[in-house]
């Protein structure tokens, strides 16, 4: 499969959720913040001016400002959309584009420097490796202004000492799991979870610099996962549910798999990963994701919101599936040209 090839497969996807946004009410909540940091990455390799439009009249709908929720302001999840707001601001250095957001990181990054012990970790889900991190690498790139990278990597680090199973190399999706075992007796590691942290590594790797003293610890840390996950990695690409236990949930998940194909590739294009090992692992996953769409184009099989492996339905959608898929394409592109598998069967109920 061609770069142009792999382009207009995301296209599709793309203009999918595009017509299918235009009948809903905007949000930068973190289901669609994840889409938009897809949106963000695809308008890059992509030649329609669609997807960056989108992103800019979403920015300015909201004043590039991110939520703020009253009970929670240094919540991960709120500051996913600058993400994409960071992106938009270094297209044409506009600064109603960034300050919004580097006011929020700021007063996050003061907050995490004055935590005391483990028990207040700001970022206690594995989930939030995703949301949060690589905002703050990119505003200190942008910035030049260490804070928010130092910041970053404290916290990193401590959720991983808390989450990280040292033994296995998956993360738990918080404290809660660490002594929980599924009904087949295997330790519970959520596929998405770990997708969003895998994912997450790779965008904040981008921003830590080559002679940053912690950066060999995450590349360790990446290539520790990415050994895992390619030896769990289903026979039609993806991963189930339960990474342990695929037989808890036998049906295929496509949001956690999209963010595998994602790091996957991204970690082959930086040169990080061995091609000849991994790029069948890639290319496996993006066939099961271009299998998984439903009629409408939009992503399928993808496990709805939640915290833990639960069942599957080939029906299922949502924002942040859109998202992963078009990073994984974005990512892709630049691999190519890729072999194709045969498309897989997906398995899962069909759904309403």
Known sequence: MSRDQIIAEGEKVADAQLAELAEEKPDIGWIAAVMWAGYADFSHVSAKRDYADAIVKMGSDFQWTPWLRPNGPDHADDLCICQTFLDAYETNKDPARLDPAERRLAAV???????????????????????????????????????????????????????????????????????????????????RGNGWVFAGLARTLTYIPQDYPDRPRYIALFKEM?????????????????????DEFPDSETSGTALDCFAFAWGIDNGILDRATYVGVAEKAWSALLASRRPDGLP????????????????????????????????????APIAIPPAPHLTASPGP
């Open 109 to 191: 990054s003061d907050h995490i420097e004055k935590e005391e012990s483990a028990d207040d970790l700001t970022w206690w889900w594995c989930d939030a490796l995703f949301m949060a991190p690589a905002a703050h690498g990119r505003l200190t790139a942008i910035t030049r202004d260490p804070k928010y990278l130092d910041a970053m990597n404290k916290e990193w680090w401590r959720t991983t000492g808390l989450l990280y199973d040292k033994e296995e190399h998956l993360f738990y999706r918080d404290k809660s799991y660490l002594d929980k075992k599924t009904a087949n007796g295997k330790k519970v590691f959520w596929t």
């Open 300 to 335: 399928g099989y993808v496990q709805q919101v939640g915290g833990a492996p639960a069942a599957v339905t080939a029906t299922g959608t949502q924002l942040y599936a859109t998202g992963a898929f078009l990073m994984a394409a974005s990512e892709l592109s630049m691999l």
């Open 226 to 246: 990415a050994a895992k996950l390619a030896s769990l990695q289903q026979a039609d690409g993806t991963w189930r549910p339960s990474l342990l236990d695929p």
